[in-house]
């Protein structure tokens, strides 16, 4: 078969005209995203530094021929519940269900791994949490007197997400405990009223947030349930973060102590699984009176909308994590202990380096600190200087070590001085060989 | 290791008052989505009927232990390339790149199949087609005043994105030789310009286009692509059809005669690989200008976008695609030549059986008439009657044959006695029958 015909390799090609940047949609004119790009691709431009930037799991666990095993676990699971041949097939090659395919096997594991009990239905599987943070704000947010509050410090996801859509954010700062200070939701949504617009949600992470690395006591997760259900707010809990704690299951999640359904739960498995399936999920188990009173699940309505995304997750993403699932028995919390060890050794080696090269009196005398989360990825620190992008060249040119400044974090502005490390994708000797470094580099800025 | 501690048992639940429809985002209470359930649906409803509804590939060519090979290649070509274990691992487990992993094999692709001559740079992989439509939409139109032409009718996922990002819509009707007729194009850029808008660009399916199967003559296409030049306009061409012609490689596609770089080209591997993997891509090889007159690709920009809906698509589709373009030379077209002889079987069927139960006069004496395309997946009749959901469920139940009603695709109305045959999924044998029942529902709605 030929290919079809091409223009004459003689005729001049016309001229053309760029587009203008200030022609094309203002989020990407946003400085946000220039921060994300520094931070995805600051690995690849210092390869030999030792990197606290990157907020990726670690590899070690990963193995390439397990990714057939779980493909061929999930395909027999199918035909173990009795789908022939070709039934299997259709599930894996063709468009499916926009909901998606294993929302029994991802419930079954939130019931086993976070005590929560949500009917398959009120499942959406996504490409990643962001995508089901894009369908959340999408559903929840209609018009521009709608506004989201969001923690600050603020994942950059959702931020970003918000921009894409046009949408308005207002930040509320993090408490003591770590999440958004409650009696400080409750005035910005006061303030948010009074200015004539809507306080519709509030995002937050409750479990070593990125990027401060805090958590929520449950207290202060009781009393935002609280202040939220009284000032008519939904909750949009994110946990990519909550199966690493040093500590497991010492919390519950928002979710699971929410008995009005105003919890909207984002799941992600990139951290308890592998990033590159970009499988998420939402748990919208709200009810939707639409006209006649005719009542739906918000996560069919979040799949109407993701039929104008991505039409589908992935199967193929599916089946393999469907099979990592059902090898673990729908218990990931155990499947995961090994990285979870891992992840809570990191942290305390962090902790011990710092403390090690900093210790008191000398960390006053210098105006250093650094929080020191119960878990999961990330720790802040605070320095006696501007913390920003140039710092972080001057530190990776000169000491080897890389960091993530947090100003881009803060929706309001703040963060100058503080910078995110992360050792979810660190050795030990790393760790111990980063902190060294980073001291040296915080002397000389210091001094 | 326990699960988190649950709420007291005995707890009496807080009342729970629904989410009111009208109070989430206006797409939610389109039409049009209401309209795409039913198509999604419908198949299930009747398991039994010859179903011409969905657009889905036939997966008699799809075999699972397939992709256990697909993927194996893909892995040796990165380790072929020099990559070490480690490297392997990082790209088919990690966050990647968001532009995607595999643009060089789709170029090379795009080269063999297309002609083509796209830099790698100027590609993102994206999850389905749609996700690129959606961010070339959300790109391209900046602010309210920004309009998007389509042509009517129309593919539901690109009218559908548009209502997700507020945009509006100007449908433009379909020339006689299928594709939106450049003159008319002319006329509603023109109308949209003078009610103080500016007309952004112009959605089209040149090839077998969705629902109406029509395609463009190529001097059509090299008309249209004077026209969008003179009036300012970008071309966004759809193109996941293309390569299902009777006739292979008869015609350029609108971006192998674009010498101007006014054609952003959607493709997908939905069709030509399997719909499973949601694999598609945007080649947007535009210049932008940024502040200062620096230049950036337009596909740069758009996978900032991306970062904020999935951050990146899954490797492990790109990894299971790769190792079929590579298992196939990056030749597609050779690779689904028994898929292409299937589907222009299939077509010739049933424009032999349309002809041979309605031959003239009677078809004209019953006000029955159907277009012949040269190739995809689509036919559309024209009938003497309202061809509504209700009218496909009497033809269901009575008959056993489904059908789409075409109605939903025109954006401003029309098309009520329309309804669009997919031969796509059926075999010879059910096409026949079919028919056959088609025929009979049509005589008993006529008489």
């Known amino acids: 078969m030929s290919a079809p015909p091409r223009p004459a390799a003689g005729a001049a090609p016309a001229p053309v005209v760029p587009l203008a940047l200030g022609d094309l949609h203002a989020s990407l004119a946003d400085p946000l995203l220039d921060a994300m790009t520094f931070l995805n691709e600051v690995t690849s431009r210092y390869p030999d530094a030792v990197s606290f930037a990157p907020g990726r799991p670690y590899e070690g666990f990963f193995e390439p021929a397990d990714v057939h095993d779980h493909l061929d676990a999930y395909l027999a699971h199918l035909a173990g519940r009795g789908l022939d041949r070709e039934a299997v097939r259709t599930t894996l090659f063709q468009y499916g269900p926009t909901k998606g395919v294993i929302a029994d096997l991802v419930a079954r594991t939130l ?28 559903a929840l947010c209609a018009t521009a007197d709608d506004v989201l509050l969001v923690s600050s410090p603020c ?25 958004p200070d409650p009696e400080a939701v409750v005035a910005a949504a006061r303030a948010v009223r009074a200015a004539g617009r809507r306080p519709r949600a509030l995002y937050v992470v409750p479990d070593f947030a990125n990027p401060s690395g805090a958590s929520m006591l449950t207290p202060a997760r009781v009393r935002l349930l609280e202040v939220a259900a009284a000032e008519g707010l939904l909750v949009i809990e994110d946990n990519p973060y909550g199966f ?77 994590i ?18 979870t060890a891992f992840y809570a050794a990191n942290l305390e080696t962090l902790l011990r380096e710092l403390e090690r090269h900093f210790p008191e009196p000398e960390r006053a005398r210098l105006g250093l600190d650094w929080n020191r989360p119960e878990g999961g990825f990330f720790a802040v620190l605070t320095v006696p200087f501007a913390a920003d992008e140039a710092a972080m060249e001057r530190c990776a040119r000169g000491y080897g070590v890389l960091w993530t400044p947090m100003a881009p974090f803060y929706p309001a502005g703040g963060g100058e001085c503080r910078l995110r490390l992360s050792i979810s994708s660190l050795t030990e000797r790393q760790i111990v060989e980063g902190v060294a470094g980073l001291a040296r580099f915080i002397r000389a800025e210091a001094g």
């Not at 469907?322 to 990285?339: F, I, K």
């Open 111 to 138: 019931a086993n791994d976070e005590g929560l009990d949500v009917p398959p239905e009120s499942l959406v599987l996504t490409v990643g949490a962001q995508e089901g943070m894009l369908l959340v704000l999408r």
């Open 244 to 320: 690493f704690a040093r500590e497991p299951g010492s919390r519950p999640t928002l979710k699971a102590l929410d008995r009005r359904r105003q919890v909207v739960y984002l799941g992600s498995f990139a951290k308890t699984c592998f990033p590159g399936a970009r499988l998420g999920y939402v748990v919208a188990d709200q009810e939707v009176a639409g006209p006649g009173g005719r009542l739906s699940l918000l996560a069919d309505e979040l799949a109407k909308l993701k039929s104008m995304t991505t039409v589908n997750t992935p199967a193929l993403s599916q089946a393999v």
């Open 322 to 339: 469907g099979g990592m699932l059902l090898r673990a028995d729908c218990r990931l919390r155990a499947a995961n202990a090994p990285a």
């Open 155 to 179: 994942y950059v996801g959702v931020t970003g997400a918000a921009r894409l859509l046009d949408l308005s954010t207002v930040p509320v700062a993090e408490g003591p405990g770590g999440g």
